[in-house]
């Protein structure tokens, strides 16, 4: 559990709650990780998780990913809707028995005084379909708000886990936004108000979020989107034949990015997304069908 | 005599699955002890978000041998069903069974004597085999291990006469044994470390004081009196919901309701818009103002006594909702910035169902059926019925209604207001989905009417086209609801709109007058009387069909009903006797009997009475006058008995005279048939 001396004080800015959170976890034993740096829907697609969830090996780490939804872009306009925003993912396995109290103790670090405030652990099960993933939890409600997904991995890509990974998923800005109580995400102070340049979350993403929504919804090249689409889809089943997972999952991730994208464009129907969803959630089964070869052999 | 305390604490448990888990452990405890022969007093369970608990009194410390006896297969059967015998009964092989001669045959038997003994050493077993039946709706394993429980299982409490029960559940892996002992733990924050108990007074007492109310009825209790004087003293009402307080009393362990407030920048969003926003997210009560309107005050319940008095909580929560509200008040100005008809093109592109098209779609076939059931309603205007349905499903594609698809319907009617539509479209478009449960409110305006008609007669027909009927246990797409519907409008409304035009499908109308049963049935209508009208067949319009039971049930009631009923059966069984000896016979005696052969007077009395009978009901049939009706029947009765009394109808020396006999016992059937089938009625 936390050690008092070491905490850092009680975070004043974005930046310094993912100090918080990596340094806590870090003391909780878990690696820290960085980003993946491809373009992903949310934190579960870094192999860190979806890949290190299977297999007998036990697995503790601790990251940020940036998470890309093209679907929710608002031009900057929606006080909390992004297509870009992070998340910080904690993924214990096999999950200890003492999880909760740890989860709980993050709390308190970030400034959550839970004799203060109202935690409520509420019924989520999450799914993930194109990752062929599933598992029970909560979304964790503090005073109301959602403040993290918290789930008990039960499979991932179609395949049952051999050690259950429990997975802490913090949407950032969100949470940041309660803590430091701001209205919208771009008032969110980014570094701390007494630095040389304190800027504020949307000086830092505001353009990015104008740009990249023109982009996601009026200029990406959909035919070119479609191509890479289908490359990366071939290139996938190619290399798993190598026996290469790691880069075979890597196309399935740039596979699944170019269907978010065309998703946003519109220009796929309802009765095709089913489809393309399946395609891609069959390259995710045998990625991680030929990661778990390799587990178990080196195991 | 002595108690069992059980208690399984968990991780926090769905709300929607503490009643259930709590009910199914009493059940299947109690049904092991039954199948131990051990008896017992009272059972009570309990559930809170961590833990399940039961509590069994009067249970004897010890208990005698029991010897019980099963009855197996009969002596020479195959194989198969000897082996079953033997593995449930627990024998290894038929030497130790006994043949004994039942007076129906020679049958195995085998006599299991159960040891008796002290009660504590059969409890363990059967604690863990009802932990191992209990059906989670839905479970997981954890850590290392293989156990399924519906979150991670932390401790056991099993207490037997105060004293630990020896035992343990193993979840598998690299995890310890979850061994059964004395302790569990208070308040996830208002209460720290282990508590141990000696029996089940102490274990509530103690947990009281860690802040955990075990019984969920006090919980609510406590919820319910807290929130109305939180309302009381802010001069609102509290908006009191059952299920909303089952669920809220399923999140907390020390339940503390306080009362926020809704800012006024919100307050003229559609009050269903707050409430949906309040209750399906949030979990807040609403309140009412003194004339029945939303109030700008809510009540959050709390699991949490803060140290602040709850200043934080509630201005977290107030934070929250402003947060959703702007949500949803972004919506509704968006909203409005385009009309109902200029959202039609966008239908297209929403797909109802693979293979019965897109919305789009669905609004023309509705649209034209409304506007045929419409031709039968009285005073209704074909251009508002028209608009009506073209605009009902527009608001599926609002932003309100993708962020609340409850809102379906409601929102389509506030918009449509809000483009000074004719009101009755804008009520029509509200209230086309209602009624969607037995206490949901009936549309009765004539439009509304013409449209929910319409909306659920679709559904019922299109997924009847493509095979997609409902069984049993699956009824995905709520057809057994549309028809319920269907039939509710049509009864409340009193509607002469008769269903065959529409339903072309025999199964379909069938399937209709099988929820008409149940639906009469619940409203005490003898079923054998729906079915006696049903039989005839011909009858799909449903205000004449109630029309008909209501008045042969009152018919049934009387004196006269029930001995004419008993003659119907004596005539009906002489014909249906004879006609099993003589296949040609049914063919023999249709029609009329010939005057020119009936002897006796009695006979010449009932065949005038059938006459005067026919020449009367006739009429009153045309003229729906049912009660008229069987009151010309009961004139039939004095006859016929006297019929029965004084002429022989096998004369076996004259076949004439027999079978003008015949025909006329077959005509008191034919003529009383033609208002139900008599035959189907339970004497």
């Keep these: 559990?936390?050690?008092?001396?070491?905490?850092?004080?009680?975070?004043?800015?974005?930046?310094?709650?993912?100090?918080?959170?990596?340094?806590?976890?870090?003391?909780?034993?878990?690696?820290?990780?960085?980003?993946?740096?491809?373009?992903?829907?949310?934190?579960?697609?870094?192999?860190?998780?979806?890949?290190?969830?299977?297999?007998?090996?036990?697995?503790?780490?601790?990251?940020?990913?940036?998470?890309?939804?093209?679907?929710?872009?608002?031009?900057?306009?929606?006080?909390?809707?992004?297509?870009?925003?992070?998340?910080?993912?904690?993924?214990?396995?096999?999950?200890?028995?003492?999880?909760?109290?740890?989860?709980?103790?993050?709390?308190?670090?970030?400034?959550?005084?839970?004799?203060?405030?109202?935690?409520?652990?509420?019924?989520?099960?999450?799914?993930?379909?194109?990752?062929?993933?599933?598992?029970?939890?909560?979304?964790?409600?503090?005073?109301?708000?959602?403040?993290?997904?918290?789930?008990?991995?039960?499979?991932?890509?179609?395949?049952?886990?051999?050690?259950?990974?429990?997975?802490?998923?913090?949407?950032?800005?969100?949470?940041?936004?309660?803590?430091?109580?701001?209205k919208t995400v771009y008032e969110l102070p980014y570094n701390r108000a007494d630095s040389d340049v304190p800027l504020t979350y949307g000086d830092v993403f505001l353009q990015n979020e104008q740009e990249q929504s023109a982009y996601n919804f009026e200029y990406a090249d959909t035919e070119m989107l479609f191509r890479h689409f289908v490359d990366a889809e071939k290139e996938c089943g190619r290399l798993i034949e190598k026996k290469l997972p790691l880069p075979a999952y890597e196309q399935c991730i740039k596979a699944s990015h170019s269907f978010n994208l065309l998703d946003a464009r519109g220009v796929i129907s309802v009765a095709e997304r089913q489809s393309y969803i399946l395609r891609v959630r069959d390259l995710a089964k045998v990625c991680c069908e030929a990661w778990l070869a390799t587990q178990k052999k080196a195991a | 005599m002595a108690e069992l305390l059980l208690e399984l604490l968990s991780e926090e448990i769905p709300a929607r699955m503490q009643t259930r888990a709590a009910d199914d452990l009493k059940r299947l405890v109690c049904d092991g002890l039954k199948g131990a022969g051990v008896g017992f007093e009272q059972a009570r369970a309990f559930a809170t978000p961590r833990r399940l608990t039961l509590v069994i009194d009067g249970i004897p410390a010890s208990r005698d041998d029991v010897s019980e006896e099963k009855r197996g297969p009969r002596v020479g059967a195959p194989d198969q069903a000897v082996q079953g015998f033997l593995k449930g009964a627990g024998l290894a092989s038929l030497d130790q069974a006994e043949k004994r001669d039942t007076g129906k045959g020679e049958f195995w038997f085998a006599v299991v004597t159960k040891k008796g003994g002290l009660t504590a050493d059969a409890l363990p077993g059967v604690i863990d085999a009802a932990m191992k039946a209990l059906p989670w709706p839905k479970s997981m394993k954890w850590g290392s291990g293989t156990m399924q429980w519906v979150r991670p299982l932390q401790s056991i409490i099993a207490l037997f006469d105060g004293k630990g029960l020896k035992g343990e559940v193993a979840p598998g892996g690299q995890m310890a044994p979850i061994a059964f002992g004395a302790t569990t733990r208070g308040h996830r924050f208002l209460s720290k470390g282990a508590i141990e108990v000696s029996n089940f007074a102490d274990y509530t007492t103690k947990l009281r004081t860690a802040h955990v109310i075990l019984d969920p009825a006090e919980r609510k209790a406590i919820i319910l009196d807290g929130a109305r004087k939180l309302c009381a003293e802010a001069q609102v009402g509290l908006h009191e919901d059952e299920g909303l307080l089952e669920e809220v009393a399923g999140l907390v362990e020390w339940p503390v309701p306080m009362l926020g407030t809704i800012d006024a920048q919100f307050m003229d969003v559609p009050p269903e818009v707050l409430i949906v926003s309040m209750k399906a997210h949030l979990r807040y009560f609403s309140t009412t103002k003194a004339d029945g309107t939303l109030a700008n005050r809510f009540v959050v319940v709390a699991n949490n006594v803060a140290r602040d008095g709850g200043k934080t909580i509630i201005e977290g929560n107030e934070r929250v909702l402003r947060a959703r509200l702007s949500d949803a008040k972004f919506f509704w100005d968006q909203d409005r910035k385009q009309t109902l008809e200029a959202r039609l093109p966008a239908l297209r592109q929403v797909v109802f169902h693979a293979k019965l098209g897109t919305q789009a779609e669905r609004v023309e076939r509705i649209a034209k059926l409304a506007g045929e059931i419409a031709k039968a309603l009285p005073a209704v205007d074909a251009t508002e019925v028209e608009q009506a349905a073209r605009l009902c499903k527009a608001d599926l594609v609002t932003g309100m209604v993708g962020e609340f698809?409850?809102?379906?319907?409601?929102?389509?009617?506030?918009?449509?207001?809000?483009?000074?539509?004719?009101?009755?479209?804008?009520?029509?478009?509200?209230?086309?989905?209602?009624?969607?449960?037995?206490?949901?409110?009936?549309?009765?305006?004539?439009?509304?009417?013409?449209?929910?008609?319409?909306?659920?007669?679709?559904?019922l027909i299109s997924f009847w086209s493509i095979g997609e009927k409902p069984t049993g246990s699956r009824d995905p797409f709520a057809l057994r609801r549309a028809a319920l519907g269907v039939i509710r409008i049509v009864i409340e409304n009193k509607l002469r709109l008769p269903l065959r035009p529409f339903v072309k499908a025999d199964d379909l109308l069938a399937f209709f007058a099988e929820r008409l049963k149940v639906q009469m049935r619940e409203k005490g209508v003898r079923h054998d009387i729906v079915d006696a009208v049903l039989a005839l067949g011909s009858e799909d319009d449903l205000v004449r069909l109630l029309a008909r039971v209501e008045a042969l049930q009152s018919f049934l009631s009387t004196e006269a009903g029930k001995n004419l009923l008993t003659a119907y059966g004596r005539a009906a069984n002489i014909v249906r006797a004879e006609e099993k000896k003589d296949k040609g016979l049914a063919a023999k005696i249709a029609g009329a009997p010939d005057a020119a052969l009936l002897e006796q007077a009695e006979e010449k009395d009932v065949a005038s009475a059938l006459a005067e009978v026919e020449r009367v009901v006739k009429p009153a049939l045309a003229a729906e006058d049912f009660a008229g009706a069987m009151k010309a029947f009961a004139d039939l009765r004095a006859p016929i008995d006297a019929l029965f009394d004084k002429v022989t109808v096998n004369v076996t020396d004259k076949p004439e005279l027999r079978l003008n006999r015949l025909k006329l016992l077959n005509q008191i059937r034919a003529t009383m048939d033609t208002v139900a089938d008599f035959s189907k009625i339970e004497g």
């Design chain 1, 1 to 182: 559990m936390s050690d008092p001396s070491s905490a850092r004080a009680k975070p004043t800015c974005f930046q310094e709650l993912i100090l918080t959170l990596q340094e806590y976890w870090a003391r909780q034993g878990c690696l820290i990780l960085q980003p993946f740096d491809m373009e992903m829907g949310a934190g579960t697609f870094h192999t860190a998780t979806t890949l290190r969830a299977l297999g007998p090996k036990p697995w503790y780490a601790a990251y940020v990913q940036p998470s890309r939804r093209p679907g929710d872009g608002r031009y900057g306009e929606n006080p909390m809707r992004l297509q870009h925003y992070y998340q910080f993912q904690a993924i214990l396995k096999p999950s200890p028995p003492d999880i909760l109290e740890r989860y709980l103790g993050s709390l308190e670090a970030i400034g959550i005084d839970t004799s203060l405030h109202d935690i409520r652990f509420v019924e989520d099960d999450w799914e993930s379909p194109t990752l062929g993933a599933w598992g029970l939890g909560w979304e964790v409600w503090c005073d109301g708000m959602e403040v993290t997904q918290f789930t008990y991995f039960q499979q991932v890509g179609g395949i049952e886990v051999d050690l259950v990974a429990g997975e802490i998923t913090y949407g950032l800005e969100r949470l940041a936004m309660y803590l430091f109580d701001k």
């Design chain 2, 405 to 459: 698809p409850e809102l379906q319907g409601v929102m389509g009617r506030y918009y449509a207001l809000g483009e000074k539509l004719p009101a009755a479209v804008a009520d029509a478009i509200g209230d086309h989905y209602a009624p969607v449960g037995p206490n949901d409110r009936c549309p009765s305006a004539p439009v509304s009417i013409a449209v929910a008609l319409a909306d659920k007669l679709d559904a």
